[in-house]
């Protein structure tokens, strides 16, 4: 297990780059990064949080801008304006997966949840590695690690961990708009006021 600080970009980039399971503080909780184009790296992730390639709880797709969301997934009018006035910030964002978007992972779901963290550090990253997918950082059944600390300690098979605190909120809120209609999936620290 490694520890890298929030000034070490370089070191941070290196360990996705390798593979490395990365647990990265956020506004709400630590998440578990790894880079969207390592498949060996992805089924680490999905072996450590016990899931299935094909299970219906699905890893998050984390971007850097909203204009990253319409290379994997179909936007319109009003999908857009929801993510440009809640992104970035805690709202996980699931939304039909285009049909040109094919990826070993997401081959086996028809959506995908996007995040765009409003977390300074994170969202850095983002834009220096491109898009990560993201477990929260917790033990099945337990709640999510909120500081490096934690995640040592519950998680001690994890290879890399980005030094500080997260912000300590609830979970994102998820709304699930892959149909007419958003639906609201779980309510976290965001209230969404308008969808339009």
Request: aromatic share 8%; net charge positive.
């Amino acid at each position: 297990m490694r520890y890298v600080s929030q000034e070490n970009f370089t070191e941070a980039i290196k360990a996705l780059n390798r593979g490395d399971i990365v647990a990265v503080p956020t506004e709400t909780v630590y998440g578990l990064a790894v880079k969207l184009d390592n498949t060996a790296a992805i089924r680490k992730l999905l072996e450590l949080n016990n899931r299935q390639v094909d299970s219906e709880k699905m890893l998050t797709l984390m971007v850097a801008d909203v204009d990253d969301i319409k290379k994997y997934a179909f936007v319109n009018r009003k999908t857009t304006n929801l993510a440009r006035h809640y992104f970035p910030g805690e709202l996980t964002l699931i939304l039909p997966k285009h049909k040109n978007f094919k990826h070993p992972y997401f081959d086996h779901f028809e959506k995908v949840g996007f995040r765009i963290p409003d977390h300074q550090y994170l969202l850095e990253l983002l834009r220096k590695t491109g898009p990560l997918l993201v477990a929260s950082a917790n033990p099945r059944g337990q709640a999510p690690c909120r500081t490096a600390k934690e995640v040592a300690e519950k998680l001690p098979k994890i290879d890399t961990i980005i030094e500080g605190e997260s912000g300590g909120n609830l979970p994102s809120t998820i709304i699930d708009w892959t149909e007419d209609e958003p639906v609201q999936v779980r309510q976290g620290g965001l209230l969404i006021v308008r969808y339009a």
